[in-house]
């Protein structure tokens, strides 16, 4: 992962993960994507039409001193590309939100940001067998080494045994 060596190792995103797959400390993370300033413009005029995000020049005027990507954007984008690189396929089941959403550093136009998910909890539902709830902590980092943005939530997840036994009734 060119430029971004210096993050811990990944576990390999790739085929279907279910609450099984999902071990305490893992970490996963997708590829880093650069964020253009007609992206963060276009998105921002749509989105979150704030100066600082849609005007270079009132932006160059701004605590900011130029044009930054909106924190909705930073978090749609690398979200992402977690999705497109596999994480949580087949065993998604969508999150009852975020915590502690923190936007540290703004990411500027050119900048290239990847983000990574550590697991911090894993617990089997104690009321739905087919099921459990991963705890991860998001973190989104720039091409200098800077943590851009953070946030942890809480994924239910598939369990496998659900997925086997169902296509077993069918």
Not at 54 to 77: C, P
Not at 135 to 141: I, M
Request: hydrophobic share 40%; with cysteine.
């Amino acid at each position: 992962m060119s430029g971004f060596d210096w993050l811990p190792p990944s576990k390999t995103l790739g085929g279907e993960q279910y609450f099984e797959d999902f071990a305490l400390g893992d970490v996963f993370r997708a590829k880093p994507v650069s964020v253009s300033e007609a992206e963060i413009v276009e998105f921002a005029r749509r989105y979150d039409p704030q100066s600082f995000h849609t005007d270079k020049a009132a932006a160059a005027k701004s605590q900011f001193g130029g044009l930054i990507a909106s924190g909705i954007q930073v978090m749609a984008v690398s979200f992402a590309t977690m999705i497109e690189a596999g994480f949580l396929k087949g065993g998604g089941m969508g999150s009852p939100g975020l915590d502690e959403v923190r936007w540290h550093k703004p990411v500027r136009p050119g900048d290239t940001i990847v983000m990574q998910a550590r697991v911090t909890e894993i617990k089997p539902s104690a009321t739905r067998a087919d099921r459990g709830y991963v705890t991860l902590v998001f973190e989104v980092f720039n091409q200098k080494r800077e943590r851009v943005m953070s946030y942890s939530c809480v994924e239910i997840v598939r369990r496998r045994a659900a997925v086997i036994s169902r296509a077993a009734r069918a």
